[in-house]
């Protein structure tokens, strides 16, 4: 059969290359479609079968912590691709990308890897009577993951060298392709990041997503999205005269005034001082005219995000039904084998009451004052600690997040760090913090990146790793974001060390942004944790 050559222009080559899986399997005995691309002055090729499309260069997100070859990993509509260096795995130079850089985008068992060549040329049908079969070639590039050679007719072209893709894979990233999905890890405050993939969509969506908290030792919840976010008890409370004794007072937050109230006073239980462990929920509450009121609902402590299965969630038994304007719990929750139970909250029943009502009042009152009181809100060393949202921070030029549940507080980098000799040497040393000893990582150090100079936009973030409270210097704290469920995926396995400490990313497509949820837990070794 004569060799059919079909060019693949520059401008095209971002078009999908569209072929069955089953390609691979049934490639006809006498020809077969073969991608043919170049790599430093080395032409290669690959089956088409295995190619499932073809992109330029993307946008990429370094991952610290990844195996050599990897440079990161991309958006493709709405998926995270992982990025590998052809180059690097062939150990040839190092080159910039240009306009004719391409991505291979390679389909392994069901999972999608992209490989950087310097250019595509064209897609050809070979007969099979050209392919010379590894057994008797040999090449100094990349020798281990060629499957053969394809010699040109008549003698006249070049030899492609066929590169076995699943080979490559199988050998140097294994892992990337396993099934990196896990169970929800709800102490973490992570519910938010299980598996969104659609299989796992249709899997949950009858489950309820609940934010449980205590009051006076019961645990209670409401739906996550009656919760517009989580934030400490800050120091100072204004007080407003004339108010119900059930509104603790007023903060400001995000340039608003905030009423607060006691959920303890509310539900007739004894009061005691607040701490630091103390809580505010974030709720919204019907004002007419304004969409963005909100009261501040005070419990105890927050504990979790759950996601609870409609299964294990009951109706409150007509005989505990409440009377009145107090029937506020609409359900409670079996977890643990019925072990422990949540009394669910209904926030449109506990804001129907006659107390809540006055916290209504009081907000429009309050919003309404021209000689509203006023207090400025530190944004950086305390409100945002505990918000429900991801804290998201920067290092190394890259976004990376992590649950509020797992932060228990930012600071400034004080001058000077007291040095520990014996200290392992990822420790930069240690600080005083209230009377608490804590050690410190530089963030760059621990995702083996270079170094900085010590600046004012650095900070401290203190993250509590299997007990322990360590403190971790990042280059910034940008914000704190609400990041939906969907828009978190299982990160990519680009090395066991880098999946003990990033395990999903949020993929914020509309954005241009990639943010790297960590695993608290992740960030340090048994044998470093062992030292503190």
């Known amino acids: 059969m004569s060799e059919m050559l079909m060019d693949v222009d520059a401008d095209v080559a971002e078009a999908q290359v569209v072929a069955s899986s089953e390609a691979l399997d049934n490639i006809m005995s006498d020809n077969a479609q073969y991608v043919i691309f170049s790599m430093r002055g ?12 073809i992109i330029r260069l993307p946008k990429l997100v370094s991952v610290p912590l990844a195996a050599h070859g990897i440079q990161g990993v991309a958006n493709l509509r709405g998926r995270v691709l992982p990025i590998v260096s052809l180059a690097d795995l062939f150990q040839l130079d190092s080159k910039d990308a240009d306009e004719a850089t391409r991505v291979l985008v390679i389909n392994h068992k069901g999972s999608s890897i992209g490989f950087v060549v310097d250019r595509v040329e064209k897609v050809i049908t070979v007969d099979a ?20 050679m394809i010699k040109p007719r008549d003698n006249s072209g070049s030899l492609s060298q066929i590169v076995d893709f699943s080979l490559m894979i199988e050998h140097c990233f294994a892992d990337m392709t396993e099934n990196t999905s896990s169970a929800v890890n709800a102490n973490a405050g992570a519910a938010a990041l299980t598996n969104v993939n659609d299989n796992a969509e249709r899997e949950h969506e009858e489950d309820m997503h609940l934010i449980s908290f205590t009051v006076y030792g019961q645990e209670y919840a409401v739906p996550i999205n009656q919760a517009k976010e989580i934030v400490q008890v800050p120091s100072n409370i204004s007080q407003v005269p004339n108010t119900p004794s059930h509104i603790l007072g007023v903060i400001t937050l995000r340039q608003r005034l905030l009423p607060l109230v006691s959920l303890r006073q509310i539900f007739g239980m004894p009061v005691e001082a607040l701490d630091e462990s103390n809580r505010i929920l974030v709720m919204p509450i019907s004002i007419a005219g304004d969409q963005e009121a909100a009261v501040g609902v005070v419990v105890d402590s927050v504990n979790e995000v759950l996601r609870v299965n409609h299964r294990f969630v009951d109706e409150l038994p007509a005989v505990m039904e409440q009377h009145g304007d107090m029937n506020d719990i609409s359900a409670i929750c079996r977890l643990e084998d019925g ?11 506990l804001f129907s009451t006659h107390l809540m009502r006055s916290a209504a009042d009081s907000y429009a009152q309050i919003n309404g004052s021209e000689e509203s009181m006023q207090q400025q809100v530190n944004d950086d060393d305390g409100m945002i600690t505990d918000d429900l949202q991801f804290v998201v921070f920067r290092v190394a030029e890259e976004e ?13 980098v004080p001058e000077k760090l007291t040095d520990v000799p014996t200290a392992p040497g990822l420790f930069e040393g240690i600080i005083n913090l209230r009377g608490m000893v804590l050690p410190v990582v530089d963030m760059r150090t621990r995702f083996a990146r270079q170094r900085m100079e010590r600046n004012d936009r650095q900070r401290i973030m203190v993250f509590e790793v299997r007990g322990k409270r360590v403190g971790f210097v990042v280059d910034s704290v940008i914000e704190v974001l609400r990041i939906h469920a969907k828009m978190i995926e299982p990160a990519p396995n680009l090395s066991h060390e880098q ?21 608290a837990d992740g960030l340090l070794a048994e044998d470093a944790l062992a030292s503190i």
């Open 42 to 53: 080395e032409q290669f090729a690959v089956i088409m079968g295995a190619v499932s499309e």
């Open 499 to 519: 999946a003990e400490v990033i395990r999903n990313i949020a993929n914020l497509e509309a954005q241009g942004r990639m943010i790297m949820l960590l695993e």
């Open 129 to 148: 009577s050209l392919i010379e079969r590894n057994s008797t070639v040999s090449s100094n590039v990349g020798g281990q993951f060629l499957d053969g």
């Open 400 to 412: 990376y997040g992590a649950p509020i549940q797992t932060v228990k507080e930012i600071v400034r």
């Open 339 to 349: 072990a422990r139970l949540v009394s669910v909250i209904s926030p449109e029943a």
